[in-house]
């Protein structure tokens, strides 16, 4: 029974690069959440995303960043021409409902912007 | 704004006494904590959550206390063993921001000393 994958684990990305995280939830969880966690920081909610919707981007910077949970395939968290201010480590975690279900997090990629 | 915070950075134990971690919060609207631990390079992994309507759960060697009045929640680790050293973020969630929303506390490194 995995559990939530995430990849690549490291990505190194010059300024005005793109890049592109992916997720695969827990078998079963419909629910998916991303989360970023700059230095000396705790874990910041981004967005969260049932299948094909995006429920609440509000953590989102409002350029640059997008999300997608398609159909069929892994939730992917893009990143247009990134920048040093966006390395960090970025979290996916996914739940089977949401509300009061604790969510269950991946290994994180940790996304380096020379 | 850190409406959940844990002012603690650090936090050292020695082998088999207890390990008190602390968290206070602000916004009066979250109703659901949670505890994560987090090892390096990984994800953080659920250890612990209590509803509002609790002052109190225990999971084995995890125990949660939440006083509502004084907005401050702590875990209580006993006894304490040396792979419980890593760090430890308070988590809450609330109807206000939407339960799904977990805003996370900035952690606390514990180290239990053999």
């Known amino acids: 029974n995995a559990g939530v994958m995430q990849n690549p684990r490291h990505l190194v990305r010059r300024r005005g690069q793109e890049a592109r995280l992916r997720c695969s939830p827990m078998k079963g969880h419909s629910h998916v959440y991303w989360y970023r966690q700059l230095p000396e920081e705790g874990l910041k909610f981004m967005v969260y995303?049932?299948?094909?919707?995006?429920?609440?981007e509000s953590g989102m910077p409002k350029e640059r960043f997008s999300a997608e949970f398609p159909k069929e395939g892994p939730s992917i968290l893009r990143i247009q021409q990134v920048v040093r201010g966006d390395s960090a480590a970025y979290f996916c975690a996914s739940s089977s409902l949401p509300g009061e279900n604790e969510q269950f997090f991946g290994p994180g990629t940790r996304l380096t912007v020379l | 704004d850190q409406q959940v915070k844990q002012n603690s950075p650090s936090l050292s134990v020695q082998e088999g006494r207890i390990s008190i971690l602390n968290c206070d919060y602000t916004n009066s609207m979250f109703d659901y904590f949670l505890w994560y631990k987090k090892y390096p390079a990984e994800g953080p992994t659920f250890l612990i959550s209590i509803s509002s309507i609790k002052d109190k759960n225990e999971d084995g060697r995890f125990t949660v206390f939440l006083n509502k009045s004084a907005k401050h929640l702590s875990l209580h680790i006993v006894p304490s063993q040396p792979g419980d050293s890593a760090v430890y973020f308070c988590?809450?969630?609330?109807?206000?921001?939407?339960?799904?929303?977990?805003?996370f506390g900035t952690g606390t490194r514990l180290k239990v000393l053999a």
């Open positions: 988590a809450a969630s609330g109807q206000g921001g939407g339960t799904y929303k977990y805003i």
């Open positions: 995303l049932q299948k094909e919707n995006i429920i609440d």
